[in-house]
């Protein structure tokens, strides 16, 4: 028994000793970026710009399309980066977990769709460079049928559609 417990701390301890880079898989998805400062070679104004160094995600509590703070700082982001490349079109893609019929979520994930593009146009970003799709429950992020999962199949993604 104490040999288990051992090992189960000495993974633990492992576990959380790699992530050692600083990096967020959380709330907008901005990977690499510490701080504000780029951490990625990126080329300007490209979908892996706006993943890597903004984040392309924002995400939602279930049942809801309202905005947290945390979402509405990730958009902040995000409309601060379409100023600055004003030739970019962005599609907002709304998307649900698995669960509720297949017409409500394409409903809910149309409802988190717009609550980003009104939220961005509000910031600035002219409404003809934003359009909206919604996927309802039909592109999962995670596949599984947890909170975990659901969690993060709860969300807008912001995708560069044309430069």
């Known amino acids: 028994m104490y040999k288990k417990l051992l090992c189960l701390a000495a993974a633990l301890v492992l576990v959380t000793a790699c992530d050692t880079t600083g990096s967020t898989q959380g709330e907008g998805g901005a990977n690499g970026s510490a701080g504000g400062k780029i951490m990625s070679a990126a080329q300007p104004g490209t979908q892996e710009d706006l993943v890597v160094n903004v984040g392309d995600r924002v995400f939602f509590a279930f049942d809801k399309s309202d905005l947290s703070s945390a979402a509405q700082a990730t958009l902040d982001r995000q409309a601060t980066w379409l100023k600055k490349y004003p030739d970019v079109k962005a599609l907002i893609e709304g998307n649900c977990d698995e669960r509720g019929t297949r017409e409500y979520n394409l409903a809910l994930g149309q409802r988190r769709a717009t609550a980003v593009k009104n939220y961005l146009v509000a910031a600035g970003i002219p ?10 429950k039909e592109r999962p992020a995670v596949v599984g049928h947890n909170e975990a999962a659901w969690a993060q199949n709860r969300r807008a993604v912001t995708v560069v559609t044309t430069k």
């Open 127 to 136: 409404a003809g460079r934003i359009s909206t799709i919604s996927y309802g």
